[in-house]
């Protein structure tokens, strides 16, 4: 069933957040997260997963070079650094006191943000 009103999904992690990668290339790594791509199920993490790009020279940039950059991650392959232990944790939703669906750390059961 297609949602009606915020077709936004709900995921375990969002911008802003500090992330730890679980699998790939760049597995141990920690990062925050500058941009999640939802169309795609990825999410760009500072510092995780550099790609080069070879910029060919324009009227702009004269030079030309080479680039390095921050590629996509698989959300799947991200687990959620919670902010008040420092360890890596799952996220569950529940409301909290004013009546609101927040995220929190299932293993401390403290709410994120």
């Known amino acids: 069933m297609e949602r009606k009103f915020n077709k936004q999904p709900k995921w375990h992690i969002r911008k802003g957040d500090t992330v730890k990668v679980i699998a ?12 999640v791509v939802f169309e795609k199920e990825r ?3 500072e510092g995780i997963n550099i790609i080069t790009k070879h910029q060919k ?3 702009g940039k004269p030079e ?3 680039k390095k950059t921050e590629g996509g991650i ?6 959620l650094v919670d902010p008040a232990s420092g360890k ?3 996220v569950g939703r529940k409301l909290n006191e004013k009546g609101k ?6 293993k401390t059961g403290e709410f994120i943000k």
């Open 24 to 35: 790939g290339n760049d597995k141990g790594k920690s990062g925050k997260v500058l941009e």
């Open 43 to 45: 999410a760009i993490v």
């Open 57 to 59: 020279p324009s009227a």
């Open 64 to 66: 030309g070079g080479i």
């Open 74 to 79: 698989h959300v799947s392959n991200l687990m």
């Open 88 to 90: 890596v944790t799952r």
């Open 101 to 106: 669906l927040q995220r929190y750390a299932k």
